[in-house]
């Protein structure tokens, strides 16, 4: 087991990068307090080549819009249309209040474009225009605020749109397709370099049946919005759309468990043995961690009391123990983290949505919750010597 993945950089590095721009509420990206120094663009640095296919069969390539956004050495960026870096500015916000940061797809055919050094995110939109907006953050300088797809007063909320997120320096690239916080449309990465990879590409007929699986569990349709989305059930739960107490019987269950005997964790620093003491679940072995009985919010966030310091110890236990509660493994398997997908999801009381998002997905592999990488089921490739990366949106 690899736990927060000392050999890669996983969604959870990635987002670190980004200074956690994905918020419960219109996220605003962090800035460092300094601008881009002396002008307002940087030319790519080691730029990597980025083809953008529409293979949606729904939208032709006038109707679909790419937005690259993130964070280069601290600071708040945007990639332009001929490659280069602008930093956000509140003068991009035009007269109804919102940036036009969209670069617009090749009359027909493959898009190419080009990815300089940053960590972000490429958005696509569908049928209309995304409207990001240039606020001034806490410390007085200009921030972005994303789309947040699943807040229903969000002014993207009616736009149907989804994200690839990467972090590209001079150790290589790292990406994945994410489904953390919604699902919506299906998009697929192909990274070329040393090795020749692909993630996130759907079975036939994938998103109409992650729809579908989404819908046939009562507590959790209502994250299905029309055929536009399905919000990830820890943002339902924070808009009244999902039970609060949805995964309290598994959790009181493993509490109960292992009161009365151990549970192992094996991590790359060793293996923790912990059990209940005292109301808390206390491992011993490379360091004593322990943590508080979590919530369902914790649970499904991987946040609270399973939240995941990068120190090498109680991070990684963290990171094991939120994919087995989301996995509902804990209880069946007492040696975590489980490593074969056969024994995930069996339990009733199961994060459905995460199950249902890697049932769609060809290889099986998805980013339902933000500890899907443990045991390397997430939707995630890298390489350290990459020539080129591939975004295709896949059918509908």
Known sequence: MTSRHPRRLGRRKVLFALGGAMAAAPAVASLAPHALADSNRTTAAGALPLTVVNDTGAFDNANVHVYIVGNQDGRQVRVTPDGTLAPVALSDNG??????????????????????????????????????????????????????????????????????????????MFCNTTMVDMFSVPLSIRLTGAQDQTTGTLRAAGRDGAFAAVRQVEEFAPLVVDDTRIIAP????????????????????????????????????????????????????????????????????????????????????AAVLGAGFNRST???????????????????????????????????????FAFDDVADFASYVQDTAPTGIRLTLTPF
């Open 234 to 317: 820890g943002h339902g739960l924070d808009a009244g759309l999902f039970p609060a107490d949805w995964f309290a019987p598994y959790i009181d269950e493993v509490w109960s468990t292992y009161t009365g005997k151990d549970v192992t964790v094996t991590t790359n620093a060793g293996t923790f043995t912990g059990r209940v003491r005292g109301g808390q679940l206390v491992f011993t072995g490379p360091a004593q961690v322990s943590f508080a009985r979590p919530s369902t919010r914790d649970v499904l966030f991987c946040d609270g009391a399973l939240a995941a310091p990068n120190n090498g110890t109680t991070g990684p236990v």
């Open 95 to 172: 007269a109804d209040g919102y940036t036009d940061y969209a670069i617009d797809l090749a009359a027909s055919g493959e898009t190419s474009l080009s990815l300089p050094h940053l960590s972000g995110r490429i958005y696509v939109s569908l049928g209309a225009k995304l409207k990001f907006k240039v606020v001034t953050d806490g410390n007085g300088n200009p921030a972005l605020q994303y789309p947040a797809g699943w807040v229903a007063t969000d002014p993207n909320y009616p736009v149907l749109h989804d994200c690839a997120e990467f972090t590209y320096n001079s150790a290589g």
């Open 330 to 368: 804990l209880v069946s398997t007492s040696a975590q983290p489980t490593t074969d997908p056969a024994s995930f999801y069996r339990s009733a009381l199961t994060n459905h949505y995460a199950r249902a998002v890697h049932a769609a997905t060809a290889d099986g592999k998805a980013y339902g």
